[in-house]
């Protein structure tokens, strides 16, 4: 999982983006295997935007919110004059939406946290993003994705209108790749999501998998750690602590991964895959399903996967 930066001329100026690239290969494709498919891949945008109709308290609100989210990003644009200015988190989302129409991809992987909270001018906007990177878009909900029991009847409607009629588990196929998002947008699953995921893998067909909390393997659960402590049963499907049906969709994941190309997921705000950090104790098993974790896209990371077969 090479992670490299690259530079994006946006409308604030140029800025450098970091930028993960995944190339996967069809089970029984050959040496001589030619490019498929193209993905991006990108997580926890935490979309946080006021519109002047908005409540006082509401604009008040977002304008905290996304001063919190800031301290963490930290991506510069260069002006026209050579001066430089630090973008703010929804800046950063628009110059990675650039990156993205640049890449021209097949489809574009968003696992949750698309927006911050549930509000009206949220989804609206997510909507016009995800219309803007002129391409389809697959989401597996994160836990700030869905309205809550107090939203009202306007913020449903909008969520309603940007997400679509929505099941737990969601099968579209791409280039004759099968991609299932599940919603496990709280770290946890359902016997009845595992139920319909193990229908999905005996058909057999090249699968990837979108889940906002990834699932357990040594890949992520060291990195994981460090960012979050010992306690994981809330950032890891899968964790010590978890139900029966957690740890069963696990194992179905892991018996079947020669069917799932990868697993593609967010929520812990860190990157990592393949096995390849092992300065920050990542490391693989060849027993466990190939997955990749995405740093926020709000901190400027996309993932580019070309599928060859
Ligand atoms: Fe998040």
Same mark, same amino acid.
């Given at each position: 999982m090479a992670i490299t930066k690259v530079q994006v001329n946006t409308e604030y100026g140029k800025c450098v983006l970091e930028e993960s690239r995944v190339v996967l290969t069809l089970p029984g494709a050959g040496e001589n295997a030619k490019p498929i498919c193209r993905f991006v891949h990108i997580s926890d945008s935490h979309m946080v935007v006021s519109r002047p109709e908005d409540s006082p308290e509401i604009i008040e609100k977002v304008a905290h919110t996304r001063k919190f989210w800031n301290q963490f990003t930290d991506i510069r644009a260069e002006l026209p004059d050579g001066s430089e200015r630090r973008l703010d988190l929804m800046e950063v989302n628009y110059a990675v939406a650039e990156r993205i129409r640049e890449l021209s991809p097949d489809g574009v992987f968003i696992t949750g946290d698309a927006v911050d909270n549930p509000s009206v001018s949220n989804y609206i906007t997510l909507g016009e993003y995800m219309d803007s990177l002129g391409t389809k878009c697959f989401i597996s909900l994160g836990n700030h994705d869905c309205p809550e029991e107090d939203s009202d009847d306007s913020t449903r409607a909008a969520y309603d209108s940007v997400? +679509?009629?929505? %099941? &737990?588990v969601m099968i579209d196929t791409v280039c004759g790749i099968d991609i299932v998002s599940v919603? &496990? +947008?709280?770290?946890t699953v359902t016997a009845k999501e595992t139920e319909i995921l193990r229908k999905q893998l005996e058909r057999g067909r090249p699968t990837v998998v979108l889940l906002h909390a990834p699932v357990k393997t040594l890949s992520v659960e060291e990195p994981a750690r460090r960012s979050w402590g010992d306690d994981l049963s809330h950032w890891i499907?899968?964790? %010590?602590?978890?139900s029966q049906e957690c740890l069963d969709f696990v194992r179905l994941i892991n018996e079947n991964k020669d069917n799932i190309l990868a697993v593609f997921s967010g929520h812990v705000h860190l990157a990592s895959g393949g096995g390849e950090a092992e300065d920050q104790g990542e490391s693989f098993s060849e027993d466990e399903v190939l997955q990749y974790t995405a740093h926020p896209a709000f901190m400027g990371f996309l993932r580019v996967i070309d599928i060859v077969g």
């Open positions: 997400m +679509g009629k929505r %099941d &737990d919603f &496990d +947008g709280y770290g499907v899968g964790s %010590d602590g978890q």
